[in-house]
């Protein structure tokens, strides 16, 4: 169920901005993060659960902006990281732009709901900042152009209709979008446990959120990988991190 509080639609938190690149490989000292509440009433819950969510995005917004700036070639690493208050929206984060090529990591009320601690929260606000870190949406856009043209030249050298060849474009696109998406998702898992752990939090503690999401398995030209292989990578990452 989404968390009984309300915050404006799409409320813009404040960002720390951070000169320079981010090379430690020990999280700094921060603040505590509260737990999120448990055994409360329902309006103290959402009041703490508010405060716990914009405590995390105060340390992690700061290292994803200073990581996005350390990767070569121009891109606006002003992240945003709001929140879609709309009552009965369904468990989400995602990464997008908006027409101005500004990046925002979208977080709706019922996930935020699912997190069982700021760790949780911590991993996927590092994870979803990684796919605009990673270039993921101009990427994604390449591949499915090159699908559809691709699909649509092979459509038209067999005789197709103008609907048969605009058909084929379309599933050219698709599939060659599809194509790379569970590579995506694991760089965004790595990038996303570099920026929790150099934001104070345990990615591998992040990572058990996987635990409540179904389980893709290795579906051919699924969109995510098996869960147990984001867990795995998300550990090793972390080790590698730790010196271990």
Known sequence: MPLPFRLPSLLLLAALALQGCVTAVAPPAAPPVPDLPVAVTPREAGR?????????????EPVAEAI??????????????????????SPNAY???DSRGRPFVIFTLSLIAMANNPDELAFVMGHEAGHHIAGHIPRRQGQAQSGAALAGAIAQSAGASADEVKRAQEAGAELAARQYSQEFE???????????YLSGFDPIKGAAFFDRLPDPGKKFLGTHPPNAQRKALVASTTRRLRGG
């Open 48 to 60: 703490l659960a508010a405060q716990t969510f914009i405590a995390v995005v105060d340390r992690v």
């Open 95 to 97: 990464q997008t732009v």
């Open 186 to 196: 694991l760089e965004a898992d790595v990038l996303g446990a570099e920026i929790a």
């Open 68 to 89: 996005c700036r350390r990767q070569p070639g121009p891109r606006n690493c002003d992240i945003t990281i709001a929140v879609d208050d709309r009552p009965g929206l």
